[in-house]
């Protein structure tokens, strides 16, 4: 494998995956991206133009896809409608992009035989009780919430029939919360940590007692890589790195480290259909394919992501007032 094509490339664990492959890798890569508002060029920034490439364009366009897709080794399919406010908001380009854009790929893959890696989530599972010693496995059945997870979830499903019915070469991973630089800011973690930096209140949804399983978007990369290269064609991996805290604490942990005292938060409106928790069992990924995560300790690598946003405010300054607009119009 030489070349690959990543969509979505431009966004938050695109970018990050693609900052990691250039790092660890000497694979060429393609980045094909919309550049919605959650695309950002300056996330390629740094890259050398001799191993990244950049095609502004948008996923549901056949013909760009099926030119692409045949001049590459393999596809990482990252590009999507991501946020589960929006999908509450506008559910249509959920639709469009996860839905539809999947399809495409997934003929262009077929008509030209390359190996495709789809990006999913464990959202697909839908939440599992706050008291419940069960984390999600590959064998957990899908009850996706929200637009966008039910999207996620139709887009995994059209994978798995491309593979069946016309032997497509794919493979599928669903990875727990991402946290590190670049991601945008409606995000609950670069929310708050940008919120505290521009002497704003951070915002916890309801009484912040859900919990995610979070997971450094360099560890994300390095499972994604570790199945391109030994992963089973037709399988699906789960990826998680052991990281369940509730809301909370991690509002608590960035207050704390941005030297603010802890109770220094608003509760605003819950989120509608709010999943309670997620939790992934990894267990295959590490035992099938030795995969281990680097980053063990959850703290440090907020504060490094804390030191991100700080030295980067011209990143996510010009849009932070929007972002919050949209947020009060719903009071959250
Ligand atoms: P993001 O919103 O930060 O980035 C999405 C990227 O896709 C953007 O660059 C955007 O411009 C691009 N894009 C959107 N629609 C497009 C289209 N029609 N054509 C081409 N490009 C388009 O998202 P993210 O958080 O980086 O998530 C990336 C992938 O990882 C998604 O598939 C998501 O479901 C999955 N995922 C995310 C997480 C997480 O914690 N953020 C966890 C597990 C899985
Ligand atoms: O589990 C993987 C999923 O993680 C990915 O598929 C999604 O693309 C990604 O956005 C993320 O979904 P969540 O809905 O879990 O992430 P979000 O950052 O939106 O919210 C994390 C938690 O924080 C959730 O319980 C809602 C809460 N929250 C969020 C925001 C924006 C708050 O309490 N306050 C906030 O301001």
Redesign the pocket.
Known sequence: MQRILV??G?????SNFVHYVVEHTDLLVTV?????Y??NRANLDGLPESRVRLVV????DADLMDDLVASHDAVIH??????NDNSLRDPRPFL??NII?TYVILEACRKHDVRLHH????EVYGDLELDDPARFTESTPYNPSSPYSST?AGSDLLVRAWVRSFGLRATISN????YGPR??IE?FIPRQITNVLDGRRPKLYGAGLNVRDWIHADDHSSAVIAILENGALGETYLIGADGEKNNLDVVRLILRLLDQPEDAFDHVTDRAGHDLRYAIDATKLRSEIGWRPAYADFSSGIADTITWYRENSDWWRPFKQRVENDYRRQSQ
């Open positions: 969509t979505g431009a966004g938050f664990i695109g094909v991206d919309k550049l919605t959650a695309g364009g948008d996923i549901a990252y590009a999507a409608e991501s946020h469009d992009t854009g990006i999913s989530t464990d996620k990875c727990s919360n991402n991601q945008h995000k």
